[in-house]
């Protein structure tokens, strides 16, 4: 849900070219009704509303498209009809509910002391990480540095999140908990001498065990 809506400078957002995509529109034809929408507006709330930006294409090459807020996105998809469409239209106020939520509760206390431990805990893994690199490395592994990038991965999606900084205190919890548990099975890995492709599917086994324990939802 949270890939529909992101956060962009503490505002829950979408973008043009995702809205195309679900409801199965031209992007171009997206773009012409955001400007539309703009250009017609005698009260000037739609600039609020919508942000030119850009994207880079499957060439490489930069692309214009608009990110816009809620009420942006409720105007902009008010005139889409279909059953389809209705059922995307759901789903993005879902999302944003969700983000809404989450940006309400970063401005705990809660959450932040939960993100500052998390942020400890990380740098634990990283540095756990490191030493399994090199470890990698003695073993013939040419891409050990990817290691870093994949048990970030394994964690987040364990924990059920994309972005760190787009968390529920409850999953930044989680995520903690993982970690953890990626420290211990790594650094008993690499004592008892187990491969480390042997490692991650140990890592891999051990999280997927705790997230059906714990009924953690997958990202």
Request: with cysteine; hydrophobic share 35%; net charge positive.
């Amino acid at each position: 849900m949270s890939e529909l809506v992101y956060l962009k400078n503490e505002e829950a957002v979408c973008d043009s070219l995702q809205v195309a995509e679900k409801f199965r529109k031209r992007h171009a034809d997206v773009i012409r009704s955001v400007e539309n929408l703009i250009k017609n507006d005698s009260t000037q709330n739609c600039v609020r509303c919508f942000k030119k930006s850009n994207y880079k294409d499957a060439k490489g090459e930069q692309r214009p498209m608009y990110i816009m807020n809620r009420d942006g996105f409720t105007f902009l998809v008010m005139g889409f009809t279909g059953k389809e469409a209705m059922e995307w239209k759901w789903q993005y106020i879902k999302a944003f509910n969700q983000m809404e939520n989450i940006i309400h509760e970063k401005s705990t206390q809660t959450w932040i002391e939960t993100r500052a431990a998390g942020k400890l805990t990380r740098k634990a893994e990283t540095d756990t990480i490191h030493k399994l690199v090199e470890y990698a490395k003695e073993q013939g592994s040419s891409h050990a540095e990817m290691l870093y990038m994949t048990y970030s991965k394994l964690a987040n999606k364990m924990a059920g999140i994309s972005k760190r900084d787009e968390a529920t205190v409850i999953q930044l919890n989680n995520l903690s908990l993982m970690e953890h548990i990626l420290l211990h099975e790594i650094d008993l890995g690499i004592m008892q001498g187990t491969h480390y492709k042997d490692i991650y599917r140990n890592c891999k086994k051990r999280l997927e065990m705790l997230k059906d324990i714990a009924y953690l939802e997958s990202a």
